[in-house]
């Protein structure tokens, strides 16, 4: 077993057979960090003692017969916006270096209760503000598919992505307000999910904005996200919005049958972007490989513009930054990036009338979108218009990798970024299912059904081997 890139759930099975422990597993990757992450910059912060203590501890409790749950004594690594007690937690800023949490995020809390070490903090966009996975302070991880060009990560849960990726950790955790768990996803291959809101409780999780934040799990399986879900999920009556959602049922994702399934799919005229041809063509795959699934296909005209819905995502997300950080945003002697802060900015624009209307615009979208689903388990669309680009190239005043991004968290959706293969330049394509608000299950069921045909080819980044 090459523990560098095999999944939680099997991580999960040799610890319950005893032919492996959870400080063997924590050192491994541990070691796998301090040999590559100088070069990937994948995490900003890691406490070895810390994250071997805790694994010596839960292999003494599972010898004493007490396991917490699957993922007792399994590491994870988790985006520099979740808070941990009295742990650095900069959210991605320079200007925010000496920031300390002074309590502990309820994700972080399942976490810990599920008996899962957290092994470091991940490189993020500042302020979780951008999909391109950029920060010119800080620094930029490297995609780990190509080891001669620095690539795109994809954002803003760039690191998290590069770890997972690079086979730094077995899975981690991100944040999603337009994107920033998928995108990243797509562009390292992985499975990224982005929860419905009010899946997940958000206290203690650096927010972006308030009405479209998000935190999910990025890991190497559909089978994996589904065990962080579960894990994560539940009310908290510290966050009314999980109050109000549905209770997740442990394994019901297993249960359902694909077979028959009706998933709804985008029509190309809908596409707010032109797809480049590898990315056409893993679209094309996975409507082939869902029909060989037995799945019903419907193409759909959508009753709404992907287009209209990313900017007006974006016009939320803008105002509502603003709002958190507009007592020191506009001070040039804080070592802001100047993209981040030209956004946080535009936020100062947005008049009240105009907050307020496009909020309007939000509800009944989302109750359009909701209506509109009923019919189907999931809406299949393309993730991304290319795959990861040289960083050289990219045009910070454009939004291309939210475009099938944003629309997802505006109408509140859940979805699901999966690998699907690679171009000639071996690099990761992907695709989308956005499902019902609070339809993870069906999400989850089609996803893992979808990835032995869509992600058949398991190559790894070179130079990263065990």
């Not at 010898?63 to 979740?82: M, N, Q, R, S, T």
């Not at 849960?157 to 337009?178: E, K, R, Y």
């Not at 308030?210 to 879900?229: C, H, Q």
């Not at 475009?403 to 509140?412: E, Q, T």
Request: charged letters at 20%; one cysteine or more.
């Amino acid at each position: 077993m090459d523990l560098s890139f095999t999944s939680l759930a099997e991580l999960s099975k040799a610890l319950t057979e005893g032919s492996l422990t959870a400080t063997r597993i924590t050192a491994h990757f541990l070691d796998r960090i301090t040999a590559h992450n100088a070069a990937l910059g994948a995490f900003v912060h890691v406490d070895a003692d810390k994250a071997m203590a805790m694994a010596e501890g839960h292999d003494r409790l599972r010898a004493a017969g007490v396991v917490y749950g699957p993922l007792h004594g399994l590491p994870i690594a988790v985006k520099d916006l979740v808070d941990w007690r009295d742990e650095t937690c900069t959210v991605g800023s320079a200007a925010w270096s000496g920031r300390r949490s002074t309590t502990d995020a309820t994700v972080m809390k399942r976490l810990l209760a599920a008996g899962m070490i957290p092994i470091g903090r991940t490189a993020m966009v500042e302020f979780a503000f951008g999909g391109w996975g950029t920060n010119p302070i800080c620094g930029t991880p490297w995609n780990p598919w190509d080891r001669e060009t620095h690539r795109i990560p994809g954002g803003s849960s760039s690191g998290s992505g590069v770890a997972v990726a690079a086979g730094l950790a077995p899975a981690a955790i991100g944040s999603d307000t337009g994107g920033s768990v998928r995108i990243p996803a797509a562009l390292t291959g992985l499975a990224g999910l982005k929860p419905t809101y009010g899946r997940i409780s958000l206290k203690g999780c650096f927010p972006l904005s308030g009405t479209l934040d998000s935190v999910g799990p990025m890991t190497r399986t559909s089978e994996d996200a589904a065990l962080l879900l579960e894990a994560l999920s539940g009310p908290d009556p510290d966050d009314p919005a999980t109050l109000a959602a549905p209770l997740l049922e442990a394994g019901a994702w297993r249960r359902q049958a694909v077979d028959g399934l009706h998933v709804a799919v985008m029509r190309e005229d809908d596409f707010p972007i032109a797809l480049s041809p590898d990315m056409q063509a893993a679209f094309e795959r996975a409507k082939e490989a869902l029909v060989a699934l037995g799945v019903r296909l419907v193409p759909v005209s959508l009753p709404f513009n992907f287009d209209d819905l990313t900017r007006r995502n974006g016009e939320i997300i803008a105002a509502e930054a603003f709002a958190i950080h507009r007592d020191y945003i506009h001070d040039e002697a804080r070592p802001f990036g100047p993209h981040v802060r030209k956004r946080i900015l535009a936020g100062e624009g947005i008049g009240a009338d105009a907050y307020i209307a496009t909020l309007a615009h939000y509800r009944e979208t989302k109750r359009r979108y909701a209506e509109f689903m009923r019919p189907f388990a999931g809406l299949l669309t393309p993730m991304l218009p290319f795959a990861a680009v040289p960083v050289a190239e990219v045009d910070e005043t454009t939004v291309p990798l939210a475009l099938f991004g944003r629309p997802a968290n505006y109408v509140g959706a859940c979805a699901l970024s999966l690998p699907a293969g690679f171009n000639e330049a071996g690099l990761p394509l992907a695709i989308q299912l956005m499902g019902q608000p609070f339809g993870e299950e069906s999400l989850l069921a089609l996803g893992s059904a979808l990835e032995p045909l869509l992600a058949a080819d398991k190559r790894r980044p070179e130079g990263l081997a065990a």
